[in-house]
């Protein structure tokens, strides 16, 4: 019986490509918002961000389905992470509120961008020790990236417009770095467990988040950038880590 011919070593199979095309996915996004905040179109420029987010993770997830994984998808992936939520949030939220005292404000938008950097050089050392699927150090890049753009969810949302309070903004954009690079053990969705007898709550509250996703998204947005920012400050005082 004749052997199937073997494919040529000078080509890859396609789904090896997938993960890193997934990553370029968000990447685009990431700079796709930076383009649309030129425009003062924040509202895209934040959906933007939060798309990158949300597909954030599947890349990795994808490449140890298809055993697709590598050093290039690793580094790619966390180059992105950088851009889309350090980079691109400190400048959407620079230039929807920051812009009144340009020398002293792009200070924060720095500072974050930077502590930002400094978290993902942290997880990228820390991904291979045992307990790191249980639980992230700091507020991961993603997370800190909503939590930075929470006064603009707000605005959309119609609960407050912070325009008007430059440096509110500010010192937040610091305290959320701050938290990315502090010691706060943050929950991890591959260490979450549900208990069998409450996964029905989970399944019903699933379908209140997506009529909240269609009908009030912003508001959605805000209201989870709360619930994430009480459950980091609750693991603060519990282990006393900053």
């Known amino acids: 019986m004749a052997q199937a011919p073997r494919p040529p070593r000078d080509t890859l199979p396609f789904l090896a490509l997938v993960p890193n095309l997934v990553t370029i996915l968000g990447l685009c996004a990431g700079l796709t918002a930076i383009r649309y905040t030129f425009d003062s179109r924040f509202m895209l420029a934040a959906g933007l961000i939060v798309f990158a987010a949300l597909i954030d993770g599947l890349d990795g997830l994808i490449a140890r389905r298809l055993r697709a994984t590598s050093d290039i998808g690793a580094e790619l992936d ?27 404000m792009w200070v924060f938008a720095l500072v974050y961008a930077i502590c930002c950097c400094l978290r993902l050089a942290r997880f990228n050392v820390m991904r291979d020790q045992p307990d790191a699927p249980r639980h992230f150090v700091g507020v991961p890049a993603p997370a800190g990236a909503g939590l ?65 996703m269609i009908s009030r998204f912003w508001l ?23």
């Open 220 to 242: 959605l947005m805000f209201l989870v950038g709360l619930a994430y920012l009480m459950v980091v400050l609750v693991q603060a005082v519990r282990h006393r880590r900053f």
């Open 148 to 212: 930075a753009l929470m006064p603009i969810f707000a605005h959309f949302a119609g609960v407050m417009d912070l325009r008007d309070w430059p440096l509110v903004v500010a010192l937040w954009l610091g305290l959320v770095g701050f938290l990315m690079v502090s010691r706060i053990p943050t929950p991890s969705v591959k260490g979450l467990r549900v208990p069998r007898d409450k996964a029905r709550f989970l399944l019903v509250g699933m379908a209140l988040l997506v009529g909240l």
């Open 78 to 104: 966390s180059l992105s992470d950088f851009l889309c939520f350090g980079v691109a949030p400190a400048v959407v939220v620079y230039r929807f509120a920051l812009t009144a005292d340009a020398g002293l």
